[in-house]
C-alpha cells in the first residue's frame, strides 16, 4: 500500500540558506502534518493543514512556512536556516481531518527528511 | 495544556523477557492515547492506539496497552521482549486546538541483551 512520501530525504545546506520538503500524503487523505524532531528528542509539532487550509499551528519558527496545495501534497519552506534546524523533518497524513482523527482514523508517518544545516 | 511524561529514559530487559513502558499524560477531556516506535534512522510506526472502550488494546508486534483513567497512565507491555524490539518508544496524546495534533513524551529507549 502507499504509504506517505517525503522528499528529498537528506539535504544539506549552509546557514542563511533556504530549504523546501515536500510531503506527499496517502491517496485520498486531506489532512497533513508537519513535526520537527532533532537529535535526540521527541516529535514536535510544527503546523498542519486540512482541505488546503491550515488546521492548527504549533512551534513553527516565523522563519518556516508551511502550504498544502491542490492536490493536497505539502510544502515545508525554511529561510534563513540556522544550525538549530538540523533535524528530522516528518510528515504525516490522515483522513477527514480533526473529525477523522477524533473518530479514530490512524495519523500515517513518512519516514522523514533529513536536514542537516552546516 | 495537554503533555505526556515517560518517566524512563532508557530500559534494558533480556531477551525473552517481559517488558513494561510507562506512560503518563495530562489532558483535560477523553485522550486519544498513542504508542509509536522508531527504529534508528527511521520513521514512526504506529504499535497501538485508543479512543474509546475496551481500555486494554492490542497492537502489532504483540504489544498491548491498557488505559487507567484513575492513574492517567497509558503502559505499554509485551510479555516476551525480542531482540528486534530494541528501538525508541513514543507514547503520545492526541490533542484538539484548531485541528489536531499529536504531542508526543521524551520517549523510552528500549535495550534487549541475550
Known sequence: AAGVIQSPRHLIKEKRETATLKCYPIPRHDTVYWYQQGPGQDPQFLISFYEKMQSDKGSIPDRFSAQQFSDYHSELNMSSLELGDSALYFCASSLAGPTGAISGNTIYFGEGSWLTVV | AQSVTQP?????????????????????????????????????????????????????????????????????????????????YFCAVGALGGGFKTIFGAGTRLFVKA
Do not use: M
Open chain 2, 8 to 88: 524512563d529514559i532508557h530500559i534494558t530487559v533480556s531477551e525473552g523477557a517481559s517488558l513494561e513502558l510507562r506512560c503518563n499524560y495530562s489532558y483535560g477531556a477523553t485522550p486519544y492515547l498513542f504508542w509509536y516506535v522508531q527504529s534508528p534512522g527511521q520513521g514512526l510506526q504506529l504499535l497501538l492506539k485508543y479512543f474509546s472502550g475496551d481500555t486494554l488494546v492490542q497492537g502489532i508486534k504483540g504489544f498491548e496497552a491498557e488505559f487507567k483513567r484513575s492513574q492517567s497512565s497509558f503502559n505499554l507491555r509485551k510479555p516476551s521482549v525480542h531482540w528486534s524490539d530494541a528501538a525508541e
